[in-house]
Every structure is written in C-alpha cells, then in structure tokens.
C-alpha cells in the first residue's frame, strides 16, 4: 500500500511535543551497577562452591597404598582403562546396541598404551633415585611376556591381601615394586600431574590420560561419593554438593535411576546402559523436535486442547471455533 504524501510529511515532521534530557551513559552506568550487584548477591546465596580440583599429588599424599595399588594394576593391564576398548585400545569391543557395536566401528582414534602411557614414560621423563632407573631399565629390556608376568603375579599378590601391598608375600615380581613405588614417589611431589599431558607440552589441553588414571583409582570414586555427585544421586545432573546444577540434564539422569539401567551387571541393558540411554534421550528428543509432522502426536493439542483452556480469553473474545 502507498503513503500518501500528507502522511509521509506528518512522519518526517519535526518533533513538537514535551522533550526532557537523557544521560545514556548515566543510565547505563546505572543498570550494569544494578545488574553486577544483583549477580554478586545471588551467586554468593545460590551458587555452588568453588572447590579445590583433584591432583595426583593430593591422591598420593592423602592415599599412597590406593595410588600404589592402581601403578601396579596399569602395569599389569588389568585396570579400567587398560580393558576399556575403542577409543583408546582393542582390549574389548566396547557398547553395543543389539547387533550394533558402536565403539568397536568407531575403532581406536585416540590410542593410549596404558602400561607405557601411565606409568613408563612420565617416570622415565623425570629424575628418579638410581634404584627406580635401574628398576626402569630392566623392564624395558624385558619381553612383553615377562612384563605381564612379572606385573600380573604383583597385582594377584596384592589383591589376595586386600591391597596393603607392605604385607605381600615375596614372589617374581621383578622391577614392578620399585617402579611403582617410584611413581608414588613423583606424583607426592607434585610432577606426575604435568608428566601426564599429552605430549608433555606444557600447553596441552588434551587431559586424557590424567583422567584415565583417576578413574581407575578410588580417589576420583572418593570425591564423587563425598560430594554427592555419584550417578544414584542425580550426579549428572548436580553442583558440587547439594547445590542446584544443570537441570536440563534430568533427562539423561532419570534413566539411571531405572532398572534395569542400576544394574551394571545385567545383560545386556545395563552393561550397555550409556548407549540405550543416549539412543533414549535421541529418540526423545527427536520426537520433540519433529512433533509438528509426525502423524497422531501432532494432533494431541487438538484432541487435548489445554492451550484453549490458558487462552480461553482470546478465544472467547476472538470467537474463534475449536478445530476438529
């Protein structure tokens, strides 16, 4: 539609009205002012604490025996990370779906020797006492055969004492006891968690390994446990504590709370909870996300018409019919 030309020379004409003078940088000033004491206040009542993060050294210092315990089970490949599978090895085929195995399709795209990964080579790239060197010197030169073996019959030794590796009967352990408890011995003082890093570079931002290690061990369990943040607590969902956390990620905790999703033992649901849960929340989502064209769910407004009930004073005024 054209403006007419009376129009447009009512709009471009000159203001007339009652003016009063605006500072916007006062105001502006002003509303970050607000705006900043407003956010100070509520993070101080409502936000989470910022606690200390978890290091080896704190691991070392407060759990030697533990941290002891879990060297020598990366030596002997019977840790967590050692059995995981893709993507980091091909000690297991990983999660499945029925006959689909998705882990293993994806294969090994971040690979990690965990014997060598761990615990060889950040001892290997730092100063040691002669004992621990020569101890490193004579499992490199050993087959992997005899690694295993001296490793493997270590780990059976302090797993039939319940893992207080001071009481362990003497056995073929070789330089096992003296690797790890030099490891012991770098991470109380602080070097292991740097020694870690990918590549050793000091500006790596690729913590894998670090995390690898924790959660083969109890310390990371411990923490998670102490606040809260285990997974028949809502821990996917939680702060620190008790605090209020992501909350949009109910979705994906409500499933963990299910059988027989608990059951990480049982077949093959709950020994594969993480993939059934992820296909779950995607089947989900999906529907959420397509509701507009999917066929019966699309119509459900209609055949409960709620949003009339909330706008019953539009339609009222409106007059408009209810759609069959």
Excluded: C
């Excluded at 407003?38 to 200390?52: E, Q, Y």
């Excluded at 797993?159 to 073929?172: L, N």
Aim: aromatic share 12%.
């Amino acid at each position: 539609m054209k403006r007419s030309a009376q129009q447009n020379a009512f709009d471009s004409a000159p203001w007339t009205g009652r003016v009063r003078s605006y500072d916007i940088i006062k105001e502006g000033f002003i509303a970050i002012l607000v705006v900043s004491i407003l956010v100070v206040t509520f993070s101080l009542v409502f936000g989470s604490p910022d606690d200390k993060q978890l290091t080896f050294k704190g691991w070392a210092q407060t759990n030697p025996t533990n941290f002891y315990d879990t060297t020598v089970q990366e030596l002997a490949g019977t840790s967590g990370s050692a059995g995981y599978g893709p993507p980091y090895n091909h000690a297991s085929d990983g999660l499945n779906i029925g006959p689909l195995w998705l882990q293993k399709w994806a294969g090994v795209t971040h690979p990690v020797d965990v014997p060598n990964d761990l615990v060889i080579t950040p001892l290997s790239s730092t100063v040691v006492p002669a004992q621990v060197a020569t101890a490193l010197a004579t499992w490199k030169a050993a087959t992997a055969d005899q690694q295993t073996a001296w490793a493997t019959a270590y780990d059976t030794a302090i797993a039939a004492v319940e893992g207080d590796y001071t009481i362990v009967d003497p056995g073929d352990y070789g330089p096992v006891p003296a690797i790890a408890q030099g490891l012991t011995d770098v991470a109380k003082s602080g070097s292991l968690d740097g020694l870690l890093l990918a590549g050793g570079n000091f500006f790596s931002t690729d913590n894998t390994k670090q995390i690898l290690f924790f959660g083969d061990g109890a310390y990371l369990d411990d923490a998670a446990t102490a606040a809260n943040l285990q997974g028949n607590t809502w821990g996917m969902m939680n702060e620190t504590g008790r605090y209020p956390g992501q909350a949009w990620l109910w979705l994906y905790s409500l499933w963990y709370q299910i059988s027989p999703f608990t059951n990480e033992e049982s077949a093959p649901l709950g020994s594969n909870a993480d993939a059934y849960i992820m296909f779950v929340v995607l089947g989900l989502t999906g529907a959420l996300a397509f509701a507009p064209i999917i066929p019966g769910l699309r119509s459900i407004p209609r055949r409960i018409p709620l949003h009339r009930l909330i706008w019953k004073n539009y339609y009222r005024e409106e007059n408009i019919p209810r759609r069959k």
